[in-house]
């Protein structure tokens, strides 16, 4: 059974750093975890999920939608089937349920079309 378990997150003042971390178990020979896009996503209330950033895992193809880039890092460590999201010069309006999800990797970019596997959230809070 696939598994994503996030680490990570927390409180801090706005101008400071988190780092989360999403820890994927359950993949196999016949459903590699090479063949998965990892894209973290964030919510707050009455609002829509936002997706912020994603990675292939096998070629380690980034995407960051504008309000991460410059801010936000995405890695993957796939010896440990691991992917992380540094964020520094977080911003209240940072503030959220951040959740990461897995799918299947496309040819046309970093994020897949289709996620199955999502992590439980981890909430982020900036104070100002």
């Known amino acids: 059974e696939v598994q994503l378990v996030q680490s990570g997150g927390g409180l801090v003042q706005a101008g400071g750093s988190l780092r989360l971390s999403c820890a994927a178990s359950?993949?196999?020979?016949?459903?590699?975890?090479?063949?998965?896009?990892i894209e973290w996503f964030r919510q707050t209330p009455g609002k829509e999920r936002e997706g912020i950033s994603c990675?292939?895992?096998?070629?380690?193809?980034?995407y960051y939608k504008n309000s991460a880039k410059g801010r936000f890092t995405i890695s993957r460590d796939n010896a440990k089937n691991a992917v992380y999201l540094q964020m520094n010069s977080l911003k209240p309006e940072d503030t959220a349920v951040y959740y990461c999800?897995?799918?299947?990797?496309?040819?046309?970019?970093?994020?897949?079309?289709?996620?199955?596997?999502w992590g439980q959230g981890t909430q982020v809070t900036v104070s100002s």
């Open positions: 999800a897995a799918g299947i990797a496309t040819l046309a970019g970093p994020c897949s079309g289709k996620y199955d596997y």
């Open positions: 359950g993949f196999n020979s016949d459903d590699p975890f090479d063949d998965y896009a």
């Open positions: 990675i292939s895992i096998a070629e380690g193809l980034t």
